[in-house]
Every structure is written in structure tokens, then in C-alpha cells.
């Protein structure tokens, strides 16, 4: 097996949502980015993910911040954690 040494700024591991976010900032600062995943771009988790994730748009929206956190917890599978669910919940009506 033949070593190449290759010369980058930023190594970004994933290509999902955060990963692609944070390889095109780097870049647009001037940064040589390399972006390392386990799949194709195109087919991560959160590509996988599309169109089943939810926020809570507005303040006055009729969903609780309990009731979007209870909702992905079953929507889950009972995988995610309250903690994490509420937090979800919690932070996504800033990020909207």
C-alpha cells in the first residue's frame, strides 16, 4: 500500500447537515476542507431524516415544548433520550 500525504486546513468527518455546514464555512474562509463519511455524499442520516424533523415555529404555536419533545421520542422509537428530545424542543423555535 502506497502512503499519500495530503496537505488540509480542516478535516470535517460527516456530510450530514452540521458536517456540509461546517465544510462550506471553512471553505468560504479560505480553508482547504476535506470532508471524510461513511456513505456517498448525498445519502447521510440527515439526508435520510429529511421532511420527518420538526420545530416549533412560533411562540404561540399550539404544541407545547413537552408535547414536540414526547412526539419525537415516539416518533424515535423510544431511542432518544428525554433530555436530548427536550433540549431539541427547547432550541428549535431560536434556530427556526
Known amino acids: 500500500m502506497e502512503t499519500v500525504w495530503l496537505d488540509y486546513d480542516v478535516i470535517v468527518v460527516g456530510s450530514g447537515g452540521a458536517g456540509s455546514a461546517a465544510a462550506h464555512a471553512a471553505s468560504g474562509a479560505g480553508a482547504r476542507v476535506l470532508v471524510v463519511a461513511k456513505d456517498p455524499i448525498g445519502c447521510s442520516d440527515s439526508k435520510i431524516a429529511e421532511g420527518i424533523v420538526t420545530v416549533r415555529g412560533v411562540a404561540d404555536d399550539t404544541d407545547s415544548h413537552e408535547v414536540l419533545a414526547d412526539n419525537l421520542r415516539l416518533a424515535g422509537g ?7 428530545t427536550r433540549a431539541f424542543a427547547e432550541d428549535s423555535e431560536k434556530a427556526y
Not at 423510544?78 to 436530548?84: A, M, V
Open 78 to 84: 423510544d431511542l432518544p433520550t428525554p433530555e436530548i
